[in-house]
């Protein structure tokens, strides 16, 4: 089974602070990516990767970055904490799409509460 | 219209029952179909996956895709109150590595 894992479950930032989210998956998939959910607005992209090295901004990239130095792992940044980034950060997953469209496979989330 | 509609529900329904989840869409180029399913505080976990037009079916669960229509469906069997999640209908064009998402339909199984 594909397995995708988020650092964190839970995590409190004040404003201002810079926030790191860790993601890592464990079957050698090429591409990777960061959502946030929040209820009403449903899954919302905000990064994905496609290759090391690699990044493509999604639907809401303003206030992210993110870093993607090796396969397996892809982490989101927010540059500078703002409470209206208080959500829950989901990563997933998927086989590059060259190889027919693959689903995403999904963490278990972050749920970030900023303060 | 939105690429993607889906009732947000609750949708209560008592234990044994069949239970019809659906989504509608407006891009005819969306091939590729799928369903996942949400317990509360947890990641979506992927239950179906399907290809174009037609059925296809896993244990009490049923996806129907009907192109023409731009209408996908879930079917579940039996219910049970552990079925009780958030589904969210999810589709994707021809090596399109993005996925368009609904927004999901809270479903409670009434034991």
Known sequence: DVK??????????????????ECVQDMDHENMFWYRQDPGLGLRLIYFSYDVKMKEKGDIPEGYSVSREKKE????????????????????????????????????GTRLSIL | QKEVEQ???????????IVS??????????????????????????????????????GRFTAQVDKSSKYISLFIRDSQPSDSATYLCAMSARRDDKIIFGKGTRLHILP
């Open chain 2, 7 to 17: 009732d947000p529900g609750p949708l209560s329904v008592p234990e044994g029952a």
């Open chain 1, 4 to 21: 995708v894992t988020q650092s964190s479950r839970y995590l409190v930032k004040r404003t201002g602070e810079k926030v790191f989210l």
């Open chain 2, 21 to 58: 989840l659906n989504c509608t869409y407006s891009n005819s180029a969306f091939q590729y179909f799928m369903w996942y399913r949400q317990y509360s505080r947890k990641g979506p976990e992927l239950l179906m996956y399907t290809y174009s037009s037609g059925n296809k079916e896993d």
């Open chain 1, 73 to 108: 792992r892809f982490s989101l940044i927010l540059e500078s904490a703002s409470t209206n980034q208080t959500s829950m950060y989901l990563c997933a997953s998927s086989l590059l799409s060259g190889r027919g469209n693959q689903p995403q496979h999904f963490g278990d």
